[in-house]
Structures are given as structure tokens and as C-alpha cells.
């Protein structure tokens, strides 16, 4: 495969998982909001005896990464460090909503997943579309 063509495929890859986590964030952030995300959050995992300082700091900590992080991914700016941010908040969201629900669907944790792992096992020479490359970091 051609450097170019490594270049646009993971420039779609970014711009498909940014799209998808800045959306995610921005729901949480700015249409549902912190308020009630945390409410809802401490009544599905209250029961667990987790500390409700607890659970909302996590749910205001995963919604700005997902929705800051999506930016960062989709400009390609910092990418390595988004990249394990991303994948950080997908684990703590992961155990989560297994504390929460056992049997959860996992589709949209799953497929966010699989393309942070194309894009953490990419190639650096496949970031060429990206500021990190314009701006030489």
C-alpha cells in the first residue's frame, strides 16, 4: 500500500472515530447535561457503593475527553497521546457499564475500540494528513 493511500485511510479512520467521539461528548456535555448525566450515572451505579463524588467526577471527566478528544483526533493534533486517552475512556466506561448492566450492548464501545486500534498500530508514516505532520510534533 502506498504511503498516500495509508495516509487517507487513516485520516478516514480519524475523522470517522473523532466524528463519533466528539458527538458522544457533546450529547453528555451539552444536550443532557452534567446535571443530569450525573443523576442518571449515580441512580444506575448507586447501588454499587461507589461514592457519588465518585461517579460524577468520572462522568465529567469520560464526557470532556470523548468530546475534546474527538477534536484533537479529527485535527490529529497530539495523536499518540488522544489515541491512549481515548482508549483509556473506553475502559473506564467499559467497567462502567458492566457495574451497571452485565449484559450490555457493547456495539458502540466496540466499534469506537476497533478503530483506536487501527490507528494505534498505524504506521507513523500513515500520519502525513494530520497537524501533528504539519506542524512537525
Known sequence: MSEMNMAVALLTVRLFAGTLFVFQGYDKI???GMGQLKATMTASLGE???PPALIGLVAVAT???EFLGGLFL???LLM?????LLCLDLVVISVGFSLAKP???TGHVFTRLILLLILLIAPPAGYMLSLD???GI
Open 80 to 84: 499518540p497521546w488522544v489515541i491512549y
Open 30 to 32: 451539552f444536550r443532557l
Open 74 to 76: 479529527i485535527g490529529g
Open 133 to 135: 505532520a504539519l506542524l
Open 63 to 65: 464526557s470532556w475527553m
Open 103 to 105: 449484559m450490555w450492548d
Open 48 to 50: 454499587r457503593a461507589l
